[in-house]
């Protein structure tokens, strides 16, 4: 009879300091604090999602604008808005340090009218600026619609136009740098 009485309390006990430590184990996984994003390198700048800080992003001058998009997406856009015929027109005789470029998504929530009623919603739109001294002069604006897998290029006040000098492969580029290679086509 104590034997059994002993057994029961030993399994108790044991049940008890399996459900502390594990409860413990639980609070502390949720509760450490997370990691800051922002790097201890001074050429990199934390840049924010919806007014949170996610990701680190080497733009040092904000030439990138207030990106919220990630590095290697940057990096092949403005590669291939660069390599444009169109951007080496409007840019001819620009220094290339009082250029910035403005990256940032097409959504849904904050769609692109690109004229004669037609919206980007799933893209991503570079606005190529001049600084002239504490303001900015818009060269000109570039926009991926990722549902059709094409770059237009403004044309005048809400108004665009196929950058036919963005060939297919540069398409397919912005297309794995950005979107994972998925198409938001249906």
Known sequence: MYYIHINILIMINIKVTIAIIAGGIGFSACN???????????????????????S???NPQKNYGNATVSEPC???LLDV?????????????I???????????ITSKKPLDLGDDIQIINGMRIDVEQKAGDRRKNISTYAYNNAEGRVYLSVGAKKYEIDTSVGDTSVKKIRNACFWGVSSAK
Not at 32 to 54: E, L, R, Y
Not at 97 to 103: K, R, T
């Open 32 to 54: 450490h604090p997370k990691p800051k994003p922002v790097s201890n390198d001074v050429t990199k700048t934390a840049v924010a999602v919806n007014g949170k800080k996610d």
């Open 56 to 58: 680190v992003i080497n």
């Open 74 to 76: 940057v990096k092949c």
């Open 81 to 93: 808005v660069q390599n444009a015929g169109t951007y080496k027109k409007s840019t001819n005789g």
């Open 95 to 105: 220094s290339p340090q009082s250029i910035i470029y403005d990256v940032n998504w």
